[in-house]
Nanobody, 123 residues
């Protein structure tokens, strides 16, 4: 049974940083793309960042380019999202996802999802 578990969310002031982690269990080989999505109150879930299975290719939403960095450590079955220069509009529940398709810098149709971690940015 595949499970994804996020951690690292919290409350931070504008301009601050957070690092989210996502541990994947139940997968013997890390040959799958991964990504991060977020959902703010009253809004639809949106793509934030994606990464290929090898980690050699990444992609980002325009709203986070230059501020967020996605990475992964396949030896630890873990993906990360380093978030710098946070803004109040980054406040949302952040979800980790795996499998699906990653190409052209975009990440589509993930199969597995974590339960989410709350990020709140105060002004």
């Amino acid at each position: 049974q595949v499970q994804l578990e996020e951690s690292g969310g919290g409350l931070v002031q504008a301009g601050g940083s957070l690092r989210l982690s996502c541990v994947v269990s139940g997968r013997p080989f890390p040959n799958y793309a991964m990504g991060w999505f977020r959902q703010a109150p009253g809004k639809e879930r949106e793509f934030v960042a994606g990464i290929s299975w090898s980690g050699s290719s990444t992609g980002y939403a325009d709203s986070v380019k230059g501020r967020f960095t996605i990475s992964r450590d396949n030896a630890k079955n873990t993906a990360y999202l380093q978030m710098n220069s946070l803004k109040p509009e980054d406040t949302a529940v952040y979800y980790c996802a795996s499998d699906g398709e990653f190409h052209g810098g975009d990440y589509y149709y993930p199969t597995f999802w974590g339960q989410g971690t709350q990020v709140a940015v105060s002004s």
